[in-house]
């Protein structure tokens, strides 16, 4: 019984700390969900023509690579497909894309008009579904398209984040 209450007043002392350090407990909402990376979250109702996902965050000082994948689930034996991934490698200067299906990763796809990302820069990607296509935009620049190679676009209803970057927001 002492646990509970020792936990109990835990709880409030960081609630109070949060409405202190935030002015208002509404603010506390956007620690939730956490943006931990690696990520993996659940796209409501799967992807569609005409919804579109945001990734929001800052790469690294020194990164290496990061990816951004949509998935049929979160799987991993056997692995969910993957109907995109996006891959930003640095010392390449790459924001490559494929996909992964029944465990068969497709052709990948390198060319770019630039490479968009910078070490300890702030960046804003938004993958746009359209009916034959996702159209991927970095910082409100339309950079690439990338067919889809998944029929069933409702059963993309997983976004997976990982690599050498913070998230600031998803959408």
């Not at 799987?75 to 969910?80: G, H, K, L, N, T």
């Not at 109907?83 to 052709?107: H, M, T, Y």
Request: hydrophobic share 40%; net charge negative; with cysteine.
């Amino acid at each position: 019984m002492a646990g509970s209450v020792a936990e109990r007043d835990a709880v409030k002392i960081e609630d109070e700390h949060l409405n202190n350090s935030l002015g208002s407990p509404v603010q506390a909402e956007v620690y939730f969900p956490r943006l931990i990376v690696p990520f993996c979250g659940h796209i409501k109702g799967g992807m569609r023509p005409g919804k579109k996902i945001l990734v929001m965050g800052i790469v690294d000082l020194n990164p290496e690579s990061f990816d951004i994948s949509l998935t049929c689930g979160d799987s991993e034996d056997p692995p969910a497909d993957v109907a995109i991934e996006l891959k930003a490698v640095f010392p390449d200067r790459q924001f490559l894309r494929n996909s992964c299906i029944s465990g068969e990763w497709g052709e990948e796809q390198s060319s770019l008009p630039y490479f968009p990302f910078i070490p300890d820069q702030p960046f804003r990607v938004e993958i746009l579904c359209e009916h034959p296509r996702f159209r991927i935009f970095v910082d409100g620049h339309q950079l690439f398209d990338f067919y889809h190679r998944i029929e069933k676009l409702s059963a993309i209803d997983t976004i997976k984040i990982n690599g050498d970057l913070q998230l600031t927001k998803l959408g």
